[in-house]
């Protein structure tokens, strides 16, 4: 081989380095925005809506569509990781079906919806107060730990579909 040869050799090599790089680099940027948004969108919800679930039990319910638009929170947020996932082209069929099927459990509550406050019967209250303790053994709520881990937050999704009860006004 000539010197051009090996120059224009080494040349393509190090450009084919250098593309990898950058092509590994970016599928880890995607799936990072993928678990950033899952987590904020979902597992911080998912734990707020048992703690105000928590206080409008021990308050009586003085103030119930914090409770519904909490809920309604969490199902925007379903929404938007799913089609993050998609869009973005990282989620996997598994978590798509774990979170498909969340959302569609979920929306068996009762929520707000824009413009539209729901009023809480207390079957319904019951329910949200059964829905706490499912979160809380799922290991969604208050003082319990967190972990900012796209793996361990699908484990308790699964848990919490699995267990999740169907409400009442949904039989």
Not at 138 to 155: C, H, T, V, W, Y
């Amino acid at each position: 081989m000539t010197r051009k040869t090996k120059l224009i050799l080494l040349v393509s090599l190090g450009l084919n380095v250098v593309l990898i790089a950058i092509t590994i680099w970016g599928m880890m940027k995607l799936n990072f925005v993928k678990e950033q948004v899952i987590i904020n969108q979902v597992q911080e919800h998912l734990v707020e809506l048992e703690g105000l679930i928590a206080h409008q039990s021990r308050h009586q319910w003085s103030d119930p569509n914090l409770v519904t638009t909490k809920l309604g929170d969490v199902l925007n947020g379903i929404l938007q990781s799913i089609r993050t996932g998609e869009l973005l082209g990282v989620l996997s069929q598994s978590e798509k079906q774990i979170l498909t099927a969340l959302y569609s459990k979920f929306r068996l509550y009762p929520h707000d919806e824009l413009y539209k406050f729901v009023d809480l019967s207390e079957e319904d209250k019951h329910d949200y107060e059964l829905l706490r303790q499912t979160l809380r053994e799922a290991e969604f709520g208050l003082r319990i730990a967190m972990n900012d881990s796209m793996d361990s937050f699908m484990k308790k999704a699964k848990i919490l579909e699995q267990t999740i009860l169907m409400p009442s006004r949904a039989r």
